[in-house]
């Protein structure tokens, strides 16, 4: 079992930056990859960047690229979401969410790829 708990999340205006964590505990942090998604009201929820467990590879959705940066530090137990030139748009529930992986180099997009999700943190961009 691992539990993640999301923070980091808040209100900020249009055109600003914020940094999301996502703190985890059970087994071993370093062997899970990490993702997040997101949920806007009404919405599905959706991808929106994910790392390896080694954290050489990451991928991170079209819709955010260039915004948005994930990251990781496998001694803190923590992966990070950097949320830049934010958008009214990127309004949501941010998801954190692990996945079992035997590959050091493998993340994942999909949903049904991960096994344990945190409770989610509000992000509000105000135009």
Known sequence: QVQLVESGGGLVQAGGSMRLSCAASGRTFSSYAMGWFRQAPGKDRE???AISWSGGNTYVADSVKSRFTISR???KNTVYLQ????????TAVYYCAAAESVYSGAYYSSRGE???WGQGTQVTVSS
């Open 47 to 49: 991808f929106v960047a």
């Open 73 to 75: 530090d496998n001694a």
């Open 83 to 90: 949320m830049n030139s934010l958008k009214p748009e990127d």
């Open 114 to 116: 991960y096994h344990y």
